[in-house]
C-alpha cells in the first residue's frame, strides 16, 4: 500500500499505525525515510536496516539455514558499496558468491528480498518495510523496491511495503513499472469531513472540561480546513490563549495570531528555508494567483518571465518537494494554505533580476 496526500494530512501517523499492527502479529518492522542520496548511500542504509531486522528477526544462535542464507545474501549485497567486506564481517557469515552481487540495483534488491521473505517464512514470521517520503527516491531505486516486492507476491513470501508520499508518488511508481497500479494499493487522505473536524476539537476540549460555543466551533473549523496538523494547531492555540470556557467566537479570534504565528515558524517556514531568491519569488507568484493548481504559463506571465526560462526553477521546486503536477503544464503547492503564507511571509513580489549570461568568447 502507498499512502498519499498534501503535508500535514496524517501519512507519518499512519506508517506509525502500521507499525503497530505489524509488530501485533509479531512481525519485523524496518523503517525507513527517503532521502535523496546516491545509489551507494541507498544500499548502504537498507544493509544497516535490515542487518537489524535479520537480528530481530532471530537471535544469533538460533539461526535455521534458511536466516543463515539471507544473512549471506545480505553479506554479498554489502559488498557492492564495501568490497573489502569489512561491514558485511559483522554478520559472522561468508557473503554468497553470485547473489545480490551484481551492482544491477532490481536484480540485487529482488534477491535479498526473496531470501529475507524466505527467512521470515522459516521463522513464522514476516517483514514490513515502512517507506516515508517516498517520493523522494530515484527512478532507479523506486524500480528496484517494486521489482522486488513484486517478486515477494509472486512467491507468497511475508516480506512486504507501505509507502507515503505526495501526490505524485501514484505517478511516479507508475513510471518507474507500469504494474505498479497493480501492485499497490493507492491510497489518497486529505482533509476531515465537517463533522469530524469539529469532534477532533470537540472532544480533546471536553475530556478537560471545556466547551466551545457553536459559532466558535465553526469559525475554529473553517480556518483549518479541516488539515489535521492544522485543527492540531489551533487546539493549542485557543488552549494557551484563552481564559475562560465556553470557548467564544471572540477566543478563536484572539488565538488565530497565534495560531498563524506557531505555523510561519515551523510548519511553513521549514519548507522554504533551503528556497533560492528566485525559487521562493516563483512560490510567491504562484500565491498571487490562488492556492489551486496554476499553469505554468500564468506564473511567468506574474513574474514578467518566459515561462521556458522558469521550466528548471520549476523542476527544482518539484524536486524539492514543494509543488507537485496534478496535470500536465500545472503545478500545485504540496503545503495546504502555503499560498496565504508567502503572501504573509513576501506582502510584495520581487523577481531577482536576470544574471548576465557569461561570455563563450576566449
Not at 538460533?62 to 542464507?69: E, G
Amino acid at each position: 500500500m502507498i499512502i498519499t496526500g498534501l503535508r500535514g494530512v496524517g501519512k507519518t501517523v499512519l506508517l506509525g499505525s502500521f507499525r503497530e499492527k505489524a509488530l501485533s502479529v509479531d512481525w519485523v518492522v524496518v523503517e525507513f525515510e527517503a532521502l535523496k542520496h546516491s545509489e551507494l548511500d541507498f544500499r548502504m542504509e537498507l544493509f544497516y536496516k535490515f542487518k537489524s531486522a535479520l537480528f530481530e528477526l532471530s537471535p544469533r544462535k538460533k539461526w535455521s539455514d534458511r536466516i543463515k542464507n539471507a544473512a549471506s545474501v545480505l553479506a554479498s549485497f554489502g559488498m557492492t558499496f564495501d568490497p573489502s567486506g569489512n561491514i558485511s564481517l559483522s554478520l559472522d557469515v561468508e557473503a554468497l558468491e553470485g547473489k545480490a552481487d551484481s551492482k544491477v540495483l532490481t536484480l540485487d534488491l529482488t534477491e535479498l528480498f526473496v531470501a529475507l521473505g524466505e527467512a521470515a517464512a522459516d521463522a513464522g514470521r514476516g517483514f514490513v518495510l515502512l517507506v516515508d517520503e517516498i517520493q523522494f527516491l530515484s527512478t532507479e531505486q523506486l524500480e528496484a523496491l517494486i521489482t522486488a516486492v513484486h517478486k515477494t507476491v509472486q512467491r507468497a513470501l511475508p516480506i512486504t511495503l507501505v509507502g507515503a508520499g505526495l501526490p505524485q508518488i501514484a505517478e511516479l511508481a507508475g513510471d518507474a513499472k507500469s504494474y505498479a497500479e497493480r501492485l499497490f494499493k493507492f491510497v489518497d487522505i486529505g482533509t476531515l469531513s465537517l463533522e469530524d473536524a469539529k469532534e477532533a476539537l470537540r472532544r480533546p476540549a471536553e475530556e478537560e472540561n471545556a466547551t466551545f460555543e457553536p459559532d466558535a466551533l465553526e469559525k475554529a473549523v473553517a480556518v483549518t480546513q479541516g488539515y489535521p496538523y492544522f485543527i492540531q494547531e489551533m487546539g493549542s492555540s485557543i488552549w494557551a490563549t484563552a481564559t475562560n470556557t465556553p470557548f467564544t467566537l471572540e477566543d478563536i479570534h484572539l488565538a488565530l495570531q497565534q495560531y498563524e504565528a506557531n505555523l510561519d515558524s515551523s510548519f511553513f517556514r521549514v519548507r522554504l528555508d533551503r528556497a533560492t531568491p528566485l525559487q521562493a519569488a516563483y512560490l510567491r507568484a504562484m500565491a498571487e494567483l490562488g492556492p489551486g493548481p496554476q499553469s505554468a504559463g500564468d506564473v511567468a506571465k506574474v513574474m514578467g518571465r518566459e515561462s521556458r526560462s522558469l521550466g528548471p526553477t520549476r523542476a527544482e521546486l518539484i524536486n524539492m518537494g514543494l509543488l507537485f503536477t496534478p496535470s500536465f503544464g500545472y503545478a500545485q503547492f504540496t503545503v495546504p494554505q502555503f499560498d496565504a503564507y508567502m503572501l504573509r511571509r513576501y506582502p510584495e513580489l520581487v523577481v531577482p533580476e536576470k544574471r548576465p549570461r557569461k561570455s563563450t568568447r576566449s
